[in-house]
């Protein structure tokens, strides 16, 4: 059986360095280290950093924080201006491309735009950006539920949201608003990442996709696969794999979304080729 690995399957520029910014206070600040909220979508690395002393915390009052990390989906206005209020030390890991969406959000709504995020309305990167866009911010997410729109709208992206509901959007908008401004923000990675995704599941028998079943970007993945594979399962680790899927496979497609670490694609390969071994 023939196993094939997307090449950008794993960790994307934003996530690794969060990661290694984590790892890093974990060894050198010692106790007290915690990020609001899960670092990234990955259960597996969110308790390999907890062992390493990195917690999470919740809200802003935990009395055990000392240094605090801002998760890679980056946070809004108010959650910084609490941090200064608690007197933490804040280490921003904001993947870069969040931090110029948020950017591109202040700018628009200084501009005089109503901001348009497209996006999950649930994800913590959209709700971080709502704290830049100001009152009359509208969210939109399913391309067949046009947004309200103003006469002068800014639109904005969330960085791991599907091009084609980006685009759908933006030509329903445009036929409602006078003035409008957009700012593609998804993120270059995104873009490779679920090109080579949906072209590998499309000359496969199986697809597997490996990554946090909170992951927005990997459960896009699965998404799109399943548009052109009949077969496609959405895992977090090896140990969820089954003998039965492969069953007259003769050739398997693996990727994974931005969080998933390398070790944990490593061993879904490994597990994989014991399975083809025993049938």
């Known amino acids: ?16 360095r969060a990661i290694d910014i984590a790892f890093n206070l974990a060894t050198e600040a010692g106790e007290g280290v915690f990020t609001y909220g899960p670092l990234i979508h990955n259960p597996q690395v969110v308790e390999e950093l907890r062992q ?10 935990s009395p055990a924080v000392k240094t605090l990390i801002i998760r890679t989906h980056g946070v809004g206005p108010e959650v910084y201006a609490g941090t200064k209020k608690m007197g ?28 348009l995020i497209i996006g999950d309305e649930r994800h913590p990167e959209v709700q971080g950006l709502i704290g830049f866009a100001g009152d009359d911010v509208i969210i939109a997410n399913d391309a067949a539920r046009p947004p309200g729109v103003k006469k002068k709208v800014g639109i904005i992206v969330q960085t791991t949201q599907s091009f084609d509901t980006f685009r759908k959007i933006v030509l329903q908008v445009i036929e409602k608003a006078r003035e409008i401004k957009i700012y593609n923000t998804i993120c270059d990675s995104t873009v490779q990442r679920v090109r080579e995704t949906r ?19 990997t459960n896009q993945l699965v998404k799109l696969s399943r548009e052109v594979c009949d077969k496609v399962y959405h895992i977090e680790t090896a140990g969820e794999l089954s003998g039965k899927w492969f069953t007259g496979i003769r050739k398997v497609g693996i990727s994974g979304g931005a969080s998933t670490p390398q070790w944990i694609i490593d061993d879904v390969v490994k597990k994989i080729r014991k399975i083809s071994v025993r049938r």
Do not use: W
Request: glycine share 10%; net charge positive.
């Open 1 to 16: 059986m023939q196993i094939v690995v997307a090449k950008k399957a794993g960790f994307c520029f934003g996530v690794k």
């Open 52 to 61: 390493k002393g990195v917690h999470t915390a919740e809200d802003l009052s």
């Open 88 to 115: 933490y030390n804040v280490i921003d890991a904001t993947c870069p491309f969040v931090k110029k969406a948020q950017n591109f959000t202040k700018i628009l709504r200084d501009e005089g735009y109503q901001v």
């Open 199 to 217: 072209e590998l599941a499309g000359k496969v028998g199986l697809m597997i996709i490996v990554g946090g079943k909170n992951s927005a970007n």
